[in-house]
């Protein structure tokens, strides 16, 4: 049955790895369609990886529809440490033509492809010329001829996963417990059929590769790690927070976050409540906050707007609250499966009047966790709602990272109701406390939470003084956070060249681009902020020892040439060096995308790494 | 990142004093038994002066909602009083409890989230026709479908008060506002109608003028467990003078209670008891018992909690997540 030997081929000057080489990280991609389980096998490939020491990071991406359509699902492990899904695979899985066509180019030359000699016919000569080596297989005859039944194409990604699992050298057994865990709850036929598929998968003769994909041991050997989508984490770092209220509206790619805040947020005596919208979610979240029960809401980009009105009632009535936005592609519905960066005005600015209110933004799945802990206690010290900004490709990531330790990192925020002897709400010269219902005042004068300006006992004050001097307050509480705050670190250099600044997600990307242009360039740095609203002190120094400062963003460089964080970072130190390198392709950056980009500048007025041709020049005609 | 965030804080930090007590110390007269606890006074439950034109059909229904604290003397701690935005909704400050004036619209969800987060406390609820059935509108279906502890009066004056006449969700047929001066064309909707098909499990009725109904429809509402709404006409002397005349006696109207055989579990009998033409029927229309969302969420926790059998929580996040090593 196996076709290896006839189409197992060696590239030109490619030398097999001889038995025993091992290698320190591989990127892997499979291609198919979402109904061919292929985001479940990656997901259990992952945490195989993770499982065997390895660090894991990976690609993911859902097709908009539910079923049909392409879904690719890329995995990068390594034992060193992994800082993005990886530009181009070293293997390529595909079940389909149209995965194969798609995605070849993805395939890095020399690298393997494994196909389903079915569906696929390959190039045999183009592979030959790039050096890549290719396997095909009956993906689904083989399936079905170990687990019998119809031409139902059910277990074929099981199968793959036990070839895949020989591949890497993972253990067997654990790949085993896996997969019973994955199927346990249909019963004990569709277990047994699944542990057949996964172990004649194993068992698939993999000839001279066979010895080829075996990762080194990890440095991090033995520490305790889990696997997880930066959704998962975000969701254990609430509840480690101390939030034990939620509410929300389902949206990608927030839902996930929600619906397992819905199911375990119970066991820690806390509630989360699906509401009719957003308007009501974010309302449900103050009410729950003003009662004395810490409170978060979460949604994606057109949720955040509906929110905007609310968020301003919280800046006035401080109220702290966790706001989480996980950024899609915009605007309007935009790509609701796409990663973007634009929602970071909106974040800081979004809602009428002068609201300011806290932004941070978390770089990898595992910052999910412990940021969101920061963000509940910021919340909680400054009285203030704090928007939490993550984005699609952080959300739909696994990562394998150490275990946190619950015992350590978790926060307890209770409110303290014992009967005091009385309470001003909002006084001038401090952080606002606000007592929670059920608390006696011995001066029987009970408070008032509005969003009418107010006194400093709650009541409505129009009041030109007061007004001037409770604005200053809540603005002076960022001023109070921001003096507070770390200066960030920079990773290389303290001076020279050029510095690339970035958020979010991108900061795998952007630390790989660093790490590239260290060749070609004397002194290059990077610089990634977690704390976006107020931003951290010490830029205008940082930004002063570098003569070019190139702020990566997925979202658009609009008029001045650099986009939504590059301007917020243009206002806060006057530094007119500062230039984007924007991308809006709904896609995460290449490492190459970045240091194509600022080797060869182009002037500020091109900065979206490619623009497309229809609208490079835009007229009325 | 640090994962040694922990820490243990409880919230408000006094200004003067700052002891580390973490637990909650719920110290209300709960357990004082009624007849020993302090009697709440008139005096200690009023606060501003209200601000609305002499004359405004919401003076009685402050004096009754003040009134019936008095009589039920529920610990004073515990009682919210809650309001969205308009005339009516200015109501929070002229009483002397724990008090939010929300968002035009949105201070059912808001009251929502207290609600289930606090079932310990007394929730009432303030609001005008302009923001429970047109802009909160949604959220009055919602909060009726999920029976949500809380008690409701809307202010109904048939006009927006506060930004000074403009048609409302109730303003009948011909009434000429700023927003219609020809005359509003559009049919008003009928709260009671909407609430029932909506599945509010206390819907009554009663007008600002009527002291002691509109007492005991609140005090009916209070005892509900679940959404109680009263629907509360309410005259706005400045902007729809003698709207409701027709539902006085003394200025030629008739005031018809709800026909002692109505059937109040019966929502077919309730809705067509609704239609009938202005002014239509006082007192309640619909009363049913049925678990409520505080009562339901309450159940969730409770079990999940047993799977747990009471493990601390860094214990029970540590097992959660052990799931995915
Ligand atoms: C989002 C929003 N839209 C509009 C307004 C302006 N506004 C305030 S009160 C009101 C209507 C008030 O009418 P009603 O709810 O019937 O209360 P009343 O003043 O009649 O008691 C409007 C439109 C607002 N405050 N917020
Ligand atoms: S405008 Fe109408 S509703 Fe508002 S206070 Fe005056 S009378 Fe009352
Ligand atoms: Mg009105």
């Given at each position: 049955m196996s076709q290896l030997s006839s189409q197992m081929q060696e590239g030109p000057g490619e030398v097999a790895s001889p038995p025993g080489k091992r290698l320190e990280e591989a990127v892997l991609r499979i291609a198919g369609?979402?109904?061919?389980?292929i985001q479940s096998i990656g997901v259990m490939l992952a945490r195989l990886a993770g499982r065997s020491d390895m660090e894991v990071m990976t690609y993911m991406t859902i097709p908009a529809t539910i079923s049909g359509g392409a879904s690719i699902f890329q995995v990068h492990m390594g034992t060193g440490e992994i800082l993005s899904p990886g530009d181009d695979a070293d293997i390529l899985v595909v079940f389909y033509q149209h995965s194969y066509d798609r995605h070849l180019p993805s395939l890095r030359d020399g690298g393997l492809l494994l196909y389903d000699s079915s569906h696929v016919e390959p190039d045999n000569e183009g592979l030959q010329t790039r050096g890549i080596k290719s396997m095909g297989l009956p993906i689904t005859e083989l399936t079905i001829e170990t687990v019998g039944g119809s031409g139902k194409q059910k277990g074929k990604n099981i199968y793959l996963l036990g070839l895949l699992a020989n591949l890497f050298h993972f253990d067997l057994g654990k790949a085993r417990s896996l997969v019973e865990a994955r199927f346990r709850k249909q019963g004990d036929s569709v277990v047994r059929n699944a542990l057949l598929a996964l172990e004649a998968g194993w068992a698939y003769s993999l000839g001279e590769l066979s010895s080829e994909y075996r990762l080194c041991p990890a440095e991090t050997r033995g520490v305790n790690k889990v696997t997880m989508t930066g959704n998962q984490a975000l969701a254990y770092g609430i509840i480690a927070a101390g939030v034990r209220f939620g509410a929300g509206y389902p949206i990608t790619p927030w839902t996930d976050t929600m619906e397992q805040l819905r199911q375990e947020l119970p066991f820690f005596g806390g509630t989360f409540l699906q509401t009719e919208d957003e308007l009501a979610a974010i309302s449900a979240a103050i009410g729950a906050a003003y009662g004395g029960v810490v409170a978060m809401t979460g949604t994606s980009g057109p949720g955040l707007s509906l929110y905007s009105e609310a968020i301003s009632f919280a800046v006035m009535a401080e109220i702290p609250l966790l706001i989480v936005d996980v950024q899609r592609g915009g605007p309007s519905t935009g790509l609701p499966t796409n990663v973007e960066q634009s929602d970071l005005e909106l974040a800081c600015y979004g809602a009428h009047g002068d609201s300011p209110r806290v932004v941070m933004a978390p770089a990898r799945a595992e910052e999910c966790f412990y940021l969101a802990i920061e963000a509940v206690d910021i919340a909680y010290r400054y009285s203030l709602p704090v928007v939490f900004l993550s984005d699609q490709a952080i959300a739909t990531r696994i990562e394998s990272f150490k275990m946190p330790k619950p015992d350590r990192c978790m926060q307890l925020i209770v409110s303290d109701r014992k009967p005091r002897p009385y309470h001003k709400?909002?006084?001038?010269d401090s952080v606002t406390r606000h007592v929670a219902p059920g608390t006696r005042l011995e001066d029987g004068a009970y408070p008032h939470v509005t969003g009418?300006?107010?006194?400093e006992y709650g009541y409505p004050s129009v009041n030109p003084e007061m007004h001037t001097a409770m604005t200053r307050k809540r603005h002076k509480k960022l001023d109070l956070l921001a003096s507070e705050l770390p200066v960030p670190e920079v990773?290389?250099?303290?001076?020279?060249?050029i510095l690339i600044v970035g958020w979010g997600s991108t900061e795998g990307v952007i630390r790989k681009a660093v790490d590239r242009l260290r060749s070609d360039v004397s002194g290059v740095g990077g610089l990634h902020l977690r704390h976006l609203s107020p931003l951290p002190p010490g830029l205008t120094e940082i930004f002063d020892r570098f003569e070019r400062i190139y702020v990566v963003e997925m979202n658009d460089g609009g008029r001045y040439g650099c986009g939504q964080l590059g301007r917020m970072l243009r206002m806060e130190t006057c530094c007119p060096r500062i230039q984007g390198i924007n991308k809006t392709e709904g896609l995460s950056f290449r490492v190459d995308e970045i240091v194509d980009r600022i080797r060869e500048p182009r002037g500020a007025e091109a900065s979206n790494v490619r623009e497309s041709r229809q609208t490079a020049s835009l007229s009325h005609e | 990142m640090s994962e040694n965030l922990g820490k243990q804080r409880a919230y408000p930090m006094s200004n003067e004093s700052n002891d580390s007590e973490t637990t909650i110390t719920a110290a209300t007269e709960r357990e004082v038994p009624e007849e020993r606890r302090h009697r709440l006074t008139k005096s200690e439950l009023r606060a501003d002066r209200p601000t609305w034109c002499a004359g405004c059909g919401d003076y009685g229904v402050l004096a009754i909602y003040q009134k019936m604290l008095e009589k039920r003397n529920p610990p004073h701690e515990e009682i919210v009083t809650l309001s969205g935005i308009g005339c009516s909704s200015r109501f929070p400050y002229f009483v002397?409890?724990?008090?939010v004036h929300y968002l035009h619209g949105r201070v059912l969800p808001f009251a929502t989230g207290l609600s289930v987060a606090r079932p310990d406390l007394n929730i009432f609820v303030f609001v005008g026709d302009g923001d429970a059935y047109s802009i909160g509108g949604n959220h009055l279906e919602h909060c009726a479908r999920k029976n949500v502890r809380m008690t409701v009066v809307v202010m109904d004056n048939e006009v927006y008060g506060l930004t000074k006449k403009q048609t409302s969700p109730t303003s009948p047929i011909g009434f000429k506002s700023k927003t219609d001066p020809w005359g509003s064309q559009i049919p008003p909707l009928n709260p009671i109608k909407k609430l029932i098909a909506a599945g509010a499990t206390f819907v009554a009725r009663s007008v600002a003028s009527s002291p002691n109904h509109l007492m005991s429809m609140m005090e009916q509402g209070m005892d509900h467990n679940g959404f109680a709404v009263i629907e509360c006409l309410s005259e706005c002397v400045q902007f729809y003078p003698g709207a409701f005349d027709d539902t006085h006696p003394r200025r030629g109207g008739k005031f018809s209670e709800v026909p002692a055989d109505h059937d109040i579990g019966d929502d077919a009998a309730a809705y067509r008891l609704a239609e009938a033409d202005p002014p239509g029927y006082f007192g309640v229309f619909y009363r049913e018992e049925k678990t409520t969302l505080n009562e339901s969420e309450g159940e969730r926790v409770r079990q999940s909690q047993r799977r747990f059998d009471g493990g601390r929580d860094s214990e029970v996040l540590e097992r959660l997540m052990e799931r995915l090593t």
């Open positions: 369609n979402s109904q061919d389980g709400p909002y006084p001038l009418l300006e107010h006194d990773d290389g250099p303290m001076e020279g060249e | 002397n409890t724990y008090g």
